[in-house]
């Protein structure tokens, strides 16, 4: 019963490629994330999503957040690059002021993309 | 523009002895500071936090200090344990609209604690 869990864990496809990474929490949470970890080891995040996008980064619009309900998050990326290649965590968290506390993210094991 | 830098990629301590990270920031806007641990294979977990009014929270053998003049936050693991080896992520938390916050995260640092 793990609480944030993505598939698939490693990822390796051909550049042009259309893939998806999907995330599911369990926490009950409003808010969802993706993250991503490149070859310089950054955590940068991509989307925050609470029933409407929230934060979008400055990320190509080639990725896309699809949210079918509360629990899920999936991240869609089209005609895929080689620099798409890195470690991408999904995580979840509640607002602090609902939750008193600091809004900490939960995350998924995260998923590794290889594109060649 | 890197506003949570990390500026130690690795650092190697014996066991029983203090193992000390550091994170430096660059945005004033930061409320809160956490810190969260990371093994291999595995999704970075939460490990303790500290409020930008306070200078110091301690939980158990973590203890995390923040020099707000500076703007600077060491984490201190005493007595450090071989479990503890693991990349050490520095988080900043900023106010993003309403009730949300981004989390802006340094590069880690790769602590190993040796037996």
Not at chain 1, 97 to 105: Q, R, S, V, W
Not at chain 2, 7 to 17: A, D, H, I, T, Y
Request: glycine fraction near 6%.
């Amino acid at each position: 019963d793990t609480a944030v869990s993505q598939t698939p864990k490693y990822l390796v496809t051909q550049m042009g490629n259309d893939k998806s990474i999907k995330c599911e929490q369990n926490l009950g949470h409003d808010t969802m994330y993706w993250y991503k970890q490149d070859s310089k080891k950054f955590l940068k995040i991509m989307f925050s999503y609470n029933n409407e996008l929230i934060i979008n980064e400055t990320v190509p619009n080639r990725f896309s957040p699809k949210s079918p309900d509360k629990a899920h998050l999936n991240l869609h990326i089209n005609s895929l690059e080689l620099g798409d290649s890195a470690v991408y965590f999904c995580a979840s968290s509640q607002p602090p002021i609902l939750a008193a506390n600091t809004g900490e993210l939960f995350f998924g094991e995260g998923s590794r993309l290889t594109v060649l | 523009d890197q506003q949570v830098k990390q500026n130690s990629p690795s650092l190697s301590v014996q066991e029983g002895r203090i193992s000390i990270l550091n994170c430096d920031y660059t945005n004033s806007m930061f409320d809160y500071f956490l810190w969260y641990k990371k093994y291999p294979a595995e999704g970075p977990t939460f490990l303790i936090s500290i409020s930008s009014i306070k200078d110091k929270n301690e939980d158990g053998r973590f203890t995390v200090f923040l020099n707000k003049s500076a703007k600077h936050l060491s984490l201190h693991i005493v007595p450090s344990q071989p479990g503890d080896s693991a990349v050490y992520f520095c988080a900043a938390r900023a106010p993003w609209g309403g009730s949300n916050y981004k989390l802006t995260f340094g590069k880690g640092t790769l602590l190993t604690v040796n037996p």
